[in-house]
């Protein structure tokens, strides 16, 4: 009886258009975000008030209301404010903007770092690796075998006129002989 019931309350919930998915709130875009503000928003509702007044003195009363102090009202209520409040809204836009670039721009340099801090540990691997399979042919270098290698220094066993072929591991073991 109960599976019945479990069904009957998911066959609601799909025709209802729940889902049991939490869902996701969408960001809001940076322009909603700055009118929100407080600062933004009382300047921009001070320049629609006084246009409002302004424009119904105009056409209810003639100009009558206000008289001479008509542009006054319009340029100290209507336009300062609404200059102060596009000025907040574009430095409001631009600094969310340069907020995303630059989160962007530390992701990417946290990718990158990730990335060459792999290659690295990689490289060092490789080279413990390498250093572990030392048992390589090294031909005449310079910097070994001239020092610890005696047929390279002409006291080999070689037959008259012939040169020892200089090959052995090179390591710490062959470097400290003489």
Not at 63 to 69: A, I, L, N, R, T
Not at 122 to 130: G, L, V
Not at 133 to 141: E, F, G, P
Request: charged content about 30%; overall charge negative.
């Amino acid at each position: 009886m109960s599976r019945l019931l479990d069904f009957k309350d998911l066959r609601d919930k799909i025709l209802a258009g729940e889902n049991d998915e939490d869902v996701i709130p969408e960001e809001e875009s940076p322009f909603k975000q700055e009118i929100k503000e407080k600062m933004t928003a009382l300047p921009l509702c001070l320049s629609a008030a006084s246009f409002a007044i302004v424009l119904f003195d105009r056409w209810q009363n003639d100009g009558g209301m206000f008289e001479q102090y008509t542009p006054v009202i319009v340029v100290l209520g209507g336009f300062l404010p609404l200059g102060y409040a596009l000025g907040r809204l574009n430095r409001g836009m631009v600094a969310q903007d340069e907020t995303t670039r630059y989160g962007k721009l530390l992701d990417e340099a946290q990718t990158s770092l990730e990335d060459s801090e792999e290659e690295t540990q990689a490289a060092e691997e490789k080279a413990k690796k390498a250093a572990e399979n030392d048992y390589r042919l090294d031909y005449l270098s310079a910097d070994t075998s001239t020092n610890t290698h005696l047929p390279t220094i002409g006291l080999g066993l070689g037959s008259f006129g012939q040169e020892g072929v200089v090959y052995r591991p090179s390591g710490d073991r062959h470097n400290n002989l003489f």
